[in-house]
């Protein structure tokens, strides 16, 4: 099993496809490291997220939704206490349509901006085409040159997206590190969650309050905690 210590003012970088993403991954780790080692957290949303919802992409339609979507972001983050957030405008579950460079440039811009040491991303096999994107644009845009500043790469699994991936694909999530956080953490995972509007679900639906806790369990049970969340560490460069 990998180990990574995460020191006082971490600076960790945070790439989703869609507006619940950051929560559903790392909700109550984030919660557990802002709190308790005063990290630094940027999120970045590439994605609008629900107008995959039409036949046709058409933003005019989906107009208050879309605002309401924007504001439930900022209510989510009230619950977990990030520091900063920068939203785009990709097309939901559309990200394949997108030229990937485009996406990267996001990216680049905003790890430049920020100059993080940590970046947490999806899990480059999840079924989702928006988080496989992601995952490819963030290995992109922190190519192992010699100047690269990001030390290291963990991506984490998304409730509806990364367990549906077929266990006999060799692409399945295989996590290797894992964050045990309080029953505290939980709960304003699941307070973030619930302030997605037009995301949160009931059970036994994955992204329900009752299954987040169970899967939080699950993977405690795995290592030996109360609850824990689970991840998989991609790159690590020891300095």
Not at 68 to 89: P, R
């Amino acid at each position: 099993m990998a180990r990574l210590s995460f020191l006082n003012d971490t600076k960790i970088l945070l790439v989703v496809a869609h507006p619940d993403d950051e929560l559903l991954g790392l909700g109550a780790t984030m919660h557990k490291l802002i709190n308790s080692y005063n990290v630094n957290v940027h999120v970045v949303i590439l994605g609008e997220g629900i107008t995959s919802r039409s036949d046709s992409r058409n933003t005019d339609l989906w107009q208050n939704e879309l605002v309401t979507h924007k504001k439930n972001i900022t209510n989510a983050q009230k619950a977990i206490g990030y520091q900063s957030l920068s939203i785009y405008d990709f097309p939901d579950n559309r990200f394949d349509t997108i030229a990937l460079l485009d996406i990267i440039k996001v990216i680049e811009k905003e790890k430049n901006s920020f100059q993080p040491d940590i970046i947490f991303t999806h899990h480059g096999g999840d079924l989702n085409i928006d988080h496989q994107r992601t995952f490819e644009a963030v290995m992109t845009a922190c190519r192992p040159m010699a100047q690269e500043t990001v030390k290291t790469i963990i991506t984490f699994e998304t409730p509806s997206g990364t367990e549906w991936r077929s266990p006999t694909d060799p692409r399945y999530f295989l996590p290797n590190f894992f964050v045990s956080v309080s029953e505290a953490d939980i709960e304003a995972k699941i307070t973030g969650m619930e302030s997605y509007e037009f995301e949160r679900r009931t059970y036994p639906h994955p992204r329900s309050p009752e299954a987040l806790r169970i899967q939080a369990k699950r993977w405690g049970i795995a290592v030996g905690a109360q609850f824990a969340e689970a991840f998989c560490i991609v790159r690590s460069i020891s300095v």
